[in-house]
């Protein structure tokens, strides 16, 4: 099957600054030049160049971290699927991330509208004192009266491999059938967030800790935290709105930043 859209970046770092060795693209996928907010650390954006996500696009995108390197990748604008009536989109995102390299990987939310079916498998093979942030939102579409355009189906798979071996597999189904919201589903809520970070640092006092962070948040969400079986976290939450979910996101995601990598928080400039 043929690629509607493909990327494939190589992060190396040179005098200990991380710059991008290479970098090819096709499609209707393209890739901003590095920007460095950080010293030493580029900010890459991917860029979708079409109108959104259609019947039977096939999108693939690779990301390989050599020895010591240091990458924030984002998306210039949230993800949108239209119908898909005969096939779904597939998008396959291979990251590779060598020795004590570092990838925070967090794309804007992905929302599908009416009729549409969604399918990401994302797969990432971790080296030794690696570490990798990931965050992944999840929102229906909706009409000009406000009303919200249920998908047909989503599912997205998370295999993440150590020395490997896989550690951890994340298997998420989403298929409303008129009731998205219902007990069992989304138990009320229409819009998923997950946060993960894994880290040689991270640990149950390191959990308790985030879970202290979370607890400041008031609104109306549900929200879960577990360690990983390797040294990490994952974190979930429902809630009814996009921005809840990209405040709390980012509240983590700074404390992570600050305890674990000794960094401030990271300034995307989208706008």
């Known amino acids: 099957m043929s690629c509607t859209g493909k990327l494939e970046i190589c992060a190396v770092t040179r005098e200990n600054k991380t710059i991008i060795s290479n970098c090819y693209y096709e499609g209707a996928l393209k890739v901003s030049r590095p920007i460095y907010l950080e010293e030493h650390t580029p900010n890459l954006y991917l860029i979708y160049i079409g109108g959104g996500y259609v019947d039977g696009d096939m999108y693939v995108t690779t990301l390989r971290l050599e020895e010591e390197a240091e990458l924030i990748v984002t998306t210039q604008s949230s993800t949108k699927v239209y119908k898909t009536p005969v096939h779904p989109v597939l998008q396959r995102t291979h990251i590779e991330l060598k020795k004590g390299s570092v990838l925070e990987y967090l794309p804007d939310p992905l929302i599908c509208f009416e009729g549409s079916r969604f399918s990401q498998e994302t797969i990432v093979h971790l080296d030794e004192d690696a570490c990798f942030m ?23 798979k998370l295999k993440i491999f150590k020395y490997d071996r896989l550690v951890v597999y994340d298997h998420l189904w989403l298929q409303p059938d008129g009731e998205m919201d219902g007990i069992l589903q989304l138990d009320g809520y229409t819009h998923i967030g997950t946060f993960l970070v894994i880290h040689n640092s991270v640990d149950q006092l390191f959990l308790d800790r985030v879970y202290e962070e979370i607890e400041m948040f008031h609104e109306d969400v549900r929200f879960g935290v577990s360690l ?38 990271a300034i995307l400039r989208k706008y």
């Open 134 to 156: 990931l965050s992944d939102i999840i929102t229906p579409g909706w009409a000009e009266d406000g009303s919200l355009f249920y998908y047909d189906w989503i599912r997205s």
């Open 228 to 265: 990983l079986p390797v040294n990490g976290f994952i974190f979930r939450v429902l809630a009814n709105r996009t921005p809840i979910i990209e405040q709390i996101i980012a509240h983590i995601h700074l404390f992570a930043r600050q305890s674990l990598l000794g960094k401030n928080g």
